[in-house]
């Protein structure tokens, strides 16, 4: 089946640094590609709409020149927090819409990528 | 706007048992999906089962089926023969619309199974 990958499983960075983090598709093309982020016991909530070669729809609430995000290929997608701060401290998970039949409205999720500011 | 509501914050169950998750929804689309995803302490979300909100008959994937009534906007997932390795955090999300659209989630049920 589709694989979505993220890359890094975990990261510890000191407060003001950036972070990086990719989601690739796999075995598959994703001109779109959905960032989330769930904090400590709490539910998976959307930041952002990546579209592959055109601007990232972030969702209100979310800085965007704070989370950067990159589509620049059908298979990638990154996601750069800027100056993070400790409150940017969460877990983070892309996931990409499939279009393999007989279920053509599935998602395929990354494992995630759990940040923590110090 | 679309909501999804997950009342139950914790579960228990039995081993060998079933158990129903409750979800109910919200949305004034006609046209739109539901689906239940396990996420383990690892935090991965594993997909367990999709519901169209045209498809007729109730979505079932081995163990999982899901108990979709439309006029009820309910979608339960109901786990027939609980297993350990079932306890985990259970998230019941919707995709409104057709086309490549993100989910919205609800609030999760963590589930215990309980030898």
């Known amino acids: 089946g589709a694989v979505v990958s993220q890359h890094p499983s975990r990261v510890i960075c000191k407060s003001g640094t950036s972070v990086k983090i990719e989601c690739r598709s796999l075995d598959f093309q994703a001109t779109t590609m959905f960032w989330y982020r769930q904090f400590p016991k709490q539910s998976l909530m959307l930041m952002a709409t990546?579209?592959?070669?055109?601007?990232?729809?972030?969702e209100q609430g979310v800085e965007k020149d704070k989370f950067l995000i990159n589509h620049a290929s059908l298979t990638l997608s990154t996601l750069t927090v800027t100056s993070a701060h400790p409150e940017d401290s969460s877990f983070y998970i892309c996931?990409?819409?499939?279009?393999?039949?007989?279920?053509?409205?599935?998602?395929?999720f990354g494992p995630g990528t759990r940040l923590t500011v110090l | 706007a679309q909501k999804i509501t997950q009342t139950q914050p914790g579960m228990f169950v039995q081993e060998k048992e079933a158990v129903t998750l409750d979800c109910t929804y919200d949305?004034?689309?006609?046209?739109?999906?539901l689906f239940w995803y396990k996420q383990p302490s690892s935090g991965e979300m594993i997909f367990l089962i999709y519901q169209g909100s045209y498809d007729e008959q109730n979505a079932t994937e081995g163990r999982y089926s899901l108990n979709f009534q439309k006029a009820r906007k309910s979608a339960n997932l109901v786990i027939s023969a609980s297993q350990l390795g079932d306890s985990a955090m259970y998230f019941c999300?919707?995709?409104?619309?057709?086309?490549?659209?993100?989910?919205?989630f609800g609030s999760g049920t963590r589930l215990q199974v309980q030898p």
């Open positions: 949305t004034s689309d006609q046209s739109y999906g």
């Open positions: 996931s990409a819409p499939g279009t393999k039949k007989p279920i053509t409205d599935t998602q395929y």
């Open positions: 999300a919707m995709r409104v619309g057709t086309g490549r659209r993100a989910l919205t």
């Open positions: 990546s579209n592959e070669g055109s601007k990232a729809t972030y």
